[in-house]
């Protein structure tokens, strides 16, 4: 059965370094989007993305995120100079077009900013 | 903005008993999707059981089921014959936006015991 993919399971990035957090989402999907799960709190949406742009994003999603599908099949978030409060479990999640359609998450990052 | 709200942040459950996991939510799209998530203790996250804003019977999905009253904007999750292996967050999340996006309740950790 076809998944979304992330790597990697787990990053460990000092304060103010950039990371790349990575995804492949599944292969006839048309939507991303990219979440994240503060530890013991509820998911957050950060963006969604399709047709090779953002098509909506979150108050969280400043101008230290990005994302870019730069090769067809990957989907990458890359925070820029990261925060101490950037600390959370990312989710990348993707979903064929139609409304109705579920969104299949993939088994998320661990992020933790020293 | 939308608001979801489960009034329930943990539940404890007898195995082979049923249990529901309320939740309202507060939207002014006419036409939306509820989705049900479960995430285990692994962080994953595990698409249960979607219901249609239009739909008029209520969704069900092997031992899951949804009773939706649209009027009063809530769709409880319903799991029938509990097993240990439902042990678990459950995540109450409607569609909105522009792209569909998820926005998620706070969640209900539910115990099943023995």
Known sequence: ?114 | AQKITQTQPGMFVQEKEAVTLDCTYDTSDQSYGLFWYKQPSSGEMIFLIYQGSYDEQNATEGRYSLNFQKARKSANLVISASQLGDSAMYFCAPNGGATNKLIFGTGTLLAVQP
């Open chain 1, 1 to 114: 059965e076809p998944e979304v993919t992330q790597t990697p399971s787990h990053q460990v990035t000092q304060m103010g370094q950039e990371v790349i957090l990575r995804c492949v989402p599944i292969s006839n999907h048309l939507y991303f989007y990219w979440y994240r799960q503060i530890l013991g709190q509820k998911v957050e949406f950060l963006v969604s993305f399709y047709n090779n742009e953002i098509s909506e994003k979150s108050e969280i999603f400043d101008d230290q995120f990005s994302v870019e599908r730069p090769d067809g099949s990957n989907f990458t978030l890359k925070i820029r100079s990261t925060k101490l409060e950037d600390s959370a479990m990312y989710f990348c999640a993707s979903r064929q077009i139609g409304s109705y359609n579920e969104q299949f998450f993939g088994p998320g990052t661990r992020l933790t900013v020293l």
